[in-house]
């Protein structure tokens, strides 16, 4: 199986920055894209930076210009990078990683367990 570990999340002011991880690790066999999402209470779930292969990147247009996503293909870890962050940033962002695996050699589509950013004075 493919297990996602996520990490970085926290309390910000408005202004500041947070930087988010998300590991994959088990049976993969070739990871397609890696992705971020994001869910605000009563909101439905959107999505926030997407890297494909070839470091092929696109953003939601309310991050763009202050959220950057990176890769690493040697770690299978993809980074978030959030600056200038507001209050409308608040929510919980979960990790979403495409990949072929010894289960699913076609490809899935694996989800992280989420990780809390609260913006806030």
């Known amino acids: 199986q493919v297990q996602l570990v996520e990490s970085g999340g926290g309390l910000v002011q408005p202004g500041g920055s947070l930087r988010l991880s998300c590991a994959a690790s088990?049976?993969?066999?070739?990871?397609?894209?890696m992705g971020w999402y994001r869910q605000a209470p009563g909101k439905q779930r959107e999505l926030v930076a997407h890297?494909?292969?070839?470091?092929?990147?696109n953003y939601a247009d309310s991050v763009k210009g202050r959220f950057t996503i990176s890769r690493d293909y040697t770690r299978n870890t993809v980074y978030l990078q959030m600056n200038s962050l507001n209050p409308e940033d608040t929510a919980v962002y979960y990790c979403?990683?495409?990949?072929?695996?010894?289960?699913?050699?076609?490809?899935?589509?694996?989800w992280g367990q989420g990780t809390q950013v609260t913006v806030s004075s």
């Open positions: 979403k990683v495409a990949a072929r695996s010894k289960r699913y050699p076609y490809g899935n589509d694996y």
């Open positions: 088990g049976s993969i066999l070739n990871i397609n894209g």
């Open positions: 890297i494909a292969s070839g470091d092929v990147t």
